[in-house]
C-alpha cells in the first residue's frame, strides 16, 4: 500500500531521447525522467527522510529533488516502467540498516596456517641464495 501512495508523489517528463531509433527518434519523446521531493514526502519519517537524503546525497538536486532517467527502451511507456521499478530499488536499498559488525578474533589454525606459508615461502627464498664458501 505504501507503494501506492509514494507512486502518486512521484511526477515524471518526458523528452525526446538519444540513441537508436532514426528518424524517429527526433519526433517522439520516449525518454522518462522521475522526480521525487524527498523532504516533502508524506510517507516517510524524518529520520527516514534524513537516510534517504544521505543515501542519495550526489544525485540530488539543491531543492533536495531526485531526478532519475531512462531511456534504455524506444517505448515511452516501458522507459516510465523502468525507472520507477529502479527508484523502487533504490529506496529500499536506501532504507535498509546496516548490520553491526560483530568483532571476532582470529582462529589458531589461521594464525597456524599464516605461519607455516610464512616459513615455507622463506626457505624457498633462502635455497634462491648461491652458497656461501666459508
Known amino acids: 500500500m505504501a ?3 509514494l507512486k502518486s508523489e512521484l511526477s515524471y517528463k518526458y523528452v525526446r531521447s538519444s540513441g537508436s531509433g532514426g528518424q524517429h527518434v527526433n519526433k517522439v519523446s520516449s525518454k522518462a525522467e522521475l522526480y521525487f521531493d524527498i523532504e516533502n514526502s ?3 519519517d524524518a529520520d527516514e527522510k534524513q537516510r534517504l537524503v544521505a543515501f542519495f546525497n550526489n544525485r ?3 531543492e533536495g529533488v531526485l531526478i532519475l532517467a531512462c531511456d534504455e ?3 515511452q511507456f516501458r522507459n516510465k516502467a523502468l525507472v520507477t521499478q529502479r527508484f523502487l530499488e533504490l529506496i529500499d536499498e536506501g532504507l535498509k ?3 553491526k559488525r560483530i568483532a571476532t578474533r582470529v582462529p589458531r589454525k589461521a594464525k597456524k596456517k599464516r605461519l607455516k606459508n610464512k616459513r615455507i ?4 627464498k633462502a635455497n634462491r641464495k648461491p652458497p656461501t664458501l666459508d
Open 3 to 5: 507503494n501506492n501512495i
Open 121 to 124: 615461502n622463506a626457505e624457498k
Open 60 to 62: 540530488l538536486t539543491k
Open 73 to 75: 527502451s524506444r517505448s
Open 97 to 99: 540498516e546496516e548490520k
Open 42 to 44: 508524506a510517507v516517510f
